[in-house]
């Protein structure tokens, strides 16, 4: 990590110099996070993968190509009523959403499975 930058500032330093839907995504579902949980701790790690904690890991956000990828850490024990999990479905532990360009994000499905994932962490109940 760049130890005069925070991990928010290098964050927004990725969504900038991704300049595209990638980043604007990646903005949206960051803003989305923190609307779901107004203490999440963000982290920057493996070279440059945004990371979200509160009592563990949440989930992070990486980018490629032709998609962002938020993968939840413990996403194959969370509830997912609405289907979001597409992504990373035959692991243990892991479950991801790949979000492509032009694909509408669910906002309120979103927000539901950072707070379940949360609770999952065991600071409170979901929701």
């Not at 803003?31 to 779901?36: F, K, T």
């Not at 035959?90 to 492509?100: L, N, V």
């Amino acid at each position: 990590m760049n130890p005069t930058k925070t991990p928010s500032q290098l964050i927004d330093a990725r969504i900038r110099e991704l300049g595209d839907w990638r980043g604007e995504t990646l903005r949206r579902l960051r803003n989305l996070i923190h609307e779901a949980d107004c203490d999440v701790v963000e982290e920057w790690k493996w070279r440059g993968v945004p990371v979200w904690y509160h009592d563990g890991m949440l989930c992070t956000g990486e980018t490629y190509q032709k998609a962002v990828k938020v993968t939840f850490a413990k996403g194959a024990s969370l509830d997912d009523p609405t289907g979001m999990f597409n992504s990373s479905l035959e692991g243990s532990t892991r479950r991801a959403i790949d979000f492509r360009e032009g694909e509408p994000i669910n906002e309120e499905a979103f927000r539901q499975l950072i707070r379940v994932a949360v609770a999952r962490n065991g600071s409170r109940p979901a929701r």
